[in-house]
């Protein structure tokens, strides 16, 4: 048992995860100067029935590079500018071909026996498994704008079971299938992607839950009121709400049935 950020108690005592035997697996991992907490990651990943595992480093000026090298079944892809970890999410799923794709940091190392949840989670029939942050979370009138925003769209889109949880949080995977269906290239941009996955029909579950919100690397971009990580996010939401009412109308699930329009319309006219 351990507690959440509310001090309620949050049991990690679980049935162990039955991997798949009949399906391929990778795993992306984004990187950026990760040198002290890299090789922890790619341990983890080595306990599981890996295929293959894609790292995506960007903007690295440390050592990580040659740690990712030093690993079997690593294949290194080095951007010498910085990308950001969606973008580099992005071409790590483009290179992969396995059946379920696993997206995890470089900077939070996670114990295999909860990732394999995730990839247990897209061999039973979930097309995106998604981590569930919500027993982490306090009390909704302290929640942040980023959470809230999570919160809207799911609202928004029909599906207020998922609460907070979003592939902008990881570890988080995905089935082959999901990743043809929306394209790659949406995973620049999660919750987008997120959208496009409900939009499409397309199975999408939370799968665990890892409190990745107290271990998450403390940068000069993701610290204090109005960041520019939270800004970034939320400009992702609202790039994601509209790619929605284009697909789906500009009241998505909200109907409009008591209301007479037409009726002021050719008044109007």
């Not at 080095?78 to 071409?91: M, Q, W």
């Not at 396995?98 to 039973?124: E, H, M, N, T, Y």
């Not at 998450?216 to 009121?225: A, E, I, M, P």
């Amino acid at each position: 048992m351990s507690r959440g950020r509310r001090g309620k108690r949050v049991s990690t005592e679980e049935t162990p995860a039955v991997l798949p035997v009949d399906c391929r697996v990778s795993a992306v991992v984004t990187v950026l100067n990760e040198e002290a907490t890299l090789p922890l990651v790619l341990r983890e990943l080595g306990k599981l029935p890996l295929e293959e595992i894609v790292v995506v480093l960007n903007g690295c000026t440390d050592s990580s590079l040659s740690i990712a090298r030093s690993f079997p079944q690593v294949t290194a892809v080095h951007y010498a500018e910085k990308l950001g970890h969606d973008v580099g999410r992005s071409i790590g799923a483009k290179l992969t071909k396995s059946d379920i794709v696993l997206f995890v940091d470089s900077d939070i190392p996670i114990g295999a026996d909860r990732l394999k949840r995730f990839i247990a989670a897209i061999a039973q029939g979930a097309d995106v498994a998604l981590n569930d942050i919500s027993p982490f979370l306090p009390l909704f009138r302290d929640w942040d704008e980023v959470t809230k925003m999570k919160a809207f769209l799911n609202l928004s889109l029909g599906r207020p079971d998922l609460r907070a949880n979003s592939m902008t949080c990881v570890p988080h995977a995905m089935s082959r299938r999901a990743i043809e269906r929306i394209g790659s290239g949406m995973l620049a941009v999660p919750p987008k992607a997120q959208a496009a996955v409900i939009e499409a029909g397309l199975r999408i579950r939370t799968a665990a839950a890892v409190n990745v919100l107290q271990t998450n690397r403390v940068r000069n971009s993701n610290v204090g009121k109005d960041n520019e990580v939270s800004r970034l996010i939320i400009g992702d939401h609202i790039e994601a709400l509209k790619y929605a009412m284009n697909a789906g109308g500009s009241r998505l699930t909200n109907d409009d049935s008591g209301r007479r329009r037409h009726v002021v319309m050719r008044r109007q006219l």
